[in-house]
């Protein structure tokens, strides 16, 4: 029989349950949004690698994110990583959305559309406010000395 996943929860973790602040981010946009952060598809380390937790396989672990259910699924970033992150959040805005996006499908990041396709403004507008509000999240979570916890649905 199969093992079940040590958990790795650490020793200053909350009792209380968490307040979720989106945007809901699933396995099918995950390169997506990482794009849309980073600029690259490779991965990174640090801030910029939460996105990418999901993308990784199980044996790679490149990203800087605390594996919470060794499954690859359940992950948090400490207080201290969480200035990177809002740093790269700042940054992406609706112009860079649109590029990325559009880059995005390009590539042939959807198989739903054709490769010349190009997302509508209010579809990128969308996504820059998801990322505006992440932003402010970090930030509170900064002001309270908090880290973030990302938790698949």
Known sequence: PQEEPQSKVPSDW?????MPIGPEINHRNVDLYHLILN??????RGGGSIFQTWLEGQNEHIHTAVDLSGDNEDFA???????????LLKQVRLP?????????????????VSSDYTP???????????FKKFAKAVQ????RRQGLIWVSQ
């Open 120 to 130: 509508a403004k209010e579809e990128c507008a969308e996504i820059a406010n998801e």
């Open 96 to 112: 860079l959305v649109v590029e990325r996006y559009t880059s995005w499908f390009r590539r042939g990041g959807s198989v739903a």
């Open 77 to 87: 970033f400490r207080s201290e990583q969480l200035p990177e992150l809002l740093g």
């Open 14 to 18: 909350p009792l209380s349950q968490a």
């Open 140 to 143: 509170q979570s900064i002001e």
């Open 39 to 44: 600029g690259t598809t490779e991965f990174v």
